[in-house]
């Protein structure tokens, strides 16, 4: 008995990993971009890993970068990350639902591995889940960023100076393309983008706040003042 459990763990572990790997392969362009980005932006080898290894999410890692190119203060840079990342906290509630009953410390463990994509094949999965399923899942997505991301930065240790120094556009254009996308799926999401963008402007051209605290007030007026808008316009506040 204890034989068949094990075989099945392992087998689940197998089917995770195998479906992880596709993750795995398209997080190796961004990973390497990031790698480059941080090395351009001062960042040594190790703490380029460590930011792989602790933060593991794209898109804050990269916006970190943008605010730790600027001189932002630590505060306003772990403030904005949570903000963003905070969405990771309904995906793995929601995992959860669906993942079998385990240890605590397991589902931890694998939570800490949930991101967009490993979400997505997850919770697509109309068998029940496994925790041996869900490691083998996160475990090679995880892999995969971690270790482009110190591909990256060697790679941008042996470029020229000034390549290096133009790396900076690379970042504004990994920021279009994760934008644009989801422009184009959801309304919500642009007028998000131009609220929050508009008031992060008005916040450095008057001087109001410093850059930092700027773009963590902008992202949380933006957001509060379209879902205000979303639920006055379905209670049918204003209308007749």
């Not at 804050?60 to 630590?74: E, N, P, R, V, W």
């Not at 060697?154 to 120094?165: D, R, T």
Request: proline fraction near 2%.
């Amino acid at each position: 008995m204890e034989v068949t459990v094990t075989n099945s763990r392992t087998t689940q572990f197998r089917l995770g990993f195998q479906e992880g790997i596709s993750i795995a392969i398209g997080y190796m362009p961004i990973a390497i971009t990031y790698g480059l980005i941080a090395k351009a932006t001062g960042l040594t080898m190790m703490e380029t890993l460590l930011m792989s290894v602790f933060v593991y999410a794209g898109a804050s890692q990269y916006m970190a970068l943008d605010m730790i190119g600027k001189h932002i203060g630590m505060v306003e840079i772990v403030f904005t990350t949570f903000i963003v990342n905070i969405r990771h906290f309904l995906m793995s509630a929601s995992l959860n639902e669906k993942v079998e009953k385990d240890h605590p410390l397991k589902k931890a463990i694998y939570a800490f591995g949930v991101t967009d994509e490993t979400f997505s094949v997850a919770a697509v999965k109309k068998e029940p889940i496994t925790t041996s399923y869900m490691f083998g899942l996160t475990i090679i997505a995880y892999s995969s960023w971690v270790i482009f991301s110190g591909i990256g930065h060697a790679v941008g240790s042996s470029l020229p100076e000034l390549f290096q120094q133009g790396m900076s556009i690379a970042l504004y254009a990994m920021f279009i393309g994760l934008l644009v996308p989801s422009m184009k799926g959801s309304w919500k999401v642009f007028y998000l983008a131009v609220v929050s963008a508009s008031f992060n402007c008005l916040f450095v051209m008057f001087q109001l706040l410093s850059t930092g605290w700027a773009i963590v007030i902008s992202t949380l007026l933006s957001s509060l003042l379209i879902e205000l808008i979303i639920y006055l316009k379905k209670k049918g506040v204003g209308y007749k």
